[in-house]
């Protein structure tokens, strides 16, 4: 048999992601029929069915699913060679540093001032990208290092936990819940999150397979704007909270809601002596802070959010 080929493992994982060949061969940028033959010459070639079809929906059968998740980790693999091959022979190489904006906690100018002190130390690239994004970018090679929320996916990839912190919901300050000092869960019965997801589960960790409400919003500017309209409620960490307070927002404790971790997190088989650097240096950033959430001399408020105006309390 002979050897797959990459580009039959792209076709295949956007046909396996959308579950419409339609709508994967709009993604490839290509007509539907032969992306249909493509998938009909894959299972003929590996002898199986991959994908269960019917008038009405794709569906992914057994085999299908072992090879979607082998191919999502051969095509990172053979991005990541790609990438890194480029980046190590660039006559200007940086450290790529990938993040979402907002979730650092406070803590990246001083890990950037403490990093650049370092022996060493290269330039800093900040690779920025949606919630969840950074685990993705550090496997194919697209970023050496993040600083990135739990939970994420793992695979591949060590990581060193910098700080942990309550999560609180942001809700409209008009929302009928809005007037209660804390909150479950179950309260937020019937709100979404802005990736679709209920509300009620807790998370929402960016790409969702549920469909968004409004589009695929990752900006938390625009996400704030959506939960002041009482369209969306969302979660974010008490440091995230305290940056963002607005007279039409409130934020509320959940008392049964997961915290959030920093971590700083990089691919396993890194050799970096940079990337290296870098985690000693949010580690050593990070070690006063957790100390001063412990003793609850923390500079971020603990209790509830109201809304504010330049930074008083309203």
Same mark, same amino acid.
């Given at each position: 048999m002979s050897e797959l080929e990459t580009r039959q493992l792209r076709y295949f994982v956007a046909v396996?992601?959308?579950?419409?060949?339609?709508r994967a061969a709009q993604r490839l940028s290509m007509a539907q029929p032969p992306l249909s033959r493509a998938i009909r010459e894959l299972e003929h070639q590996l002898g199986v069915r991959l994908l269960e079809r019917t008038t009405r929906q794709v569906s992914l059968t057994e085999a299908g699913a072992v090879l979607l998740r082998d191919a999502r980790s051969a095509l990172e693999a053979v991005s990541a060679a790609?990438? @890194?091959? @480029?980046?190590?022979?660039?006559?200007?190489?940086?450290l790529r540093v990938a993040l979402k904006a907002d979730l650092d906690a406070g803590l990246l100018p001083k890990i950037v001032e403490t990093y650049e002190a370092e022996d060493g130390a290269l330039p800093i690239e900040l690779v920025l990208g949606g919630r969840g994004?950074?685990? /993705?970018? !550090?496997? &194919?090679?697209?970023?050496?290092?993040? =600083?990135?929320?739990?939970?994420? &996916?793992?695979?591949?990839?060590?990581?060193?936990? !910098?700080?942990?912190? %309550?999560?609180?919901?942001?809700l409209a300050a008009n929302d009928p819940l809005a007037a209660r000092s804390r909150l479950v869960l179950a309260d937020l019965a019937g709100r979404s999150l802005p990736d679709g997801a209920p509300a009620e589960d807790g998370y929402s960790l960016g790409p969702s397979p549920r469909a968004p409400l409004h589009g695929p919003v990752t900006d938390l500017t625009q996400i704030l704007k959506l939960v002041e309209l009482g369209t969306v409620v969302c979660f974010l960490p008490v440091s995230t909270a305290?940056?963002? /307070?607005?007279?039409?927002?409130?934020? !509320?404790?959940?008392?049964? =809601?997961?915290p959030s971790t920093l971590t700083v997190s990089w691919p396993r088989d890194s050799r970096s002596s940079?990337?290296?650097?870098?985690?000693?240096?949010?580690v050593e950033v990070a070690s006063p802070t957790v100390t001063a959430l412990a003793?609850?001399?923390?500079?971020? %408020?603990?209790?509830?959010? /109201?809304?504010?105006?330049?930074?008083q309390a309203s």
């Open positions: 396996a992601e959308e579950l419409h060949f339609g790609d990438r @890194r091959a @480029r980046q190590a022979g660039r006559p200007d190489p940086r994004e950074q685990s /993705r970018q !550090l496997r &194919d090679g697209r970023a050496d290092v993040a =600083l990135s929320p739990t939970p994420f &996916d793992e695979r591949g990839l060590d990581f060193e936990p !910098l700080l942990t912190e %309550p999560r609180l919901v942001a305290d940056r963002y /307070r607005l007279p039409s927002i409130t934020y !509320l404790p959940v008392d049964d =809601l997961e940079a990337v290296a650097a870098f985690v000693r240096a949010a003793s609850g001399r923390a500079a971020v %408020p603990l209790s509830p959010l /109201r809304g504010t105006r330049h930074g």
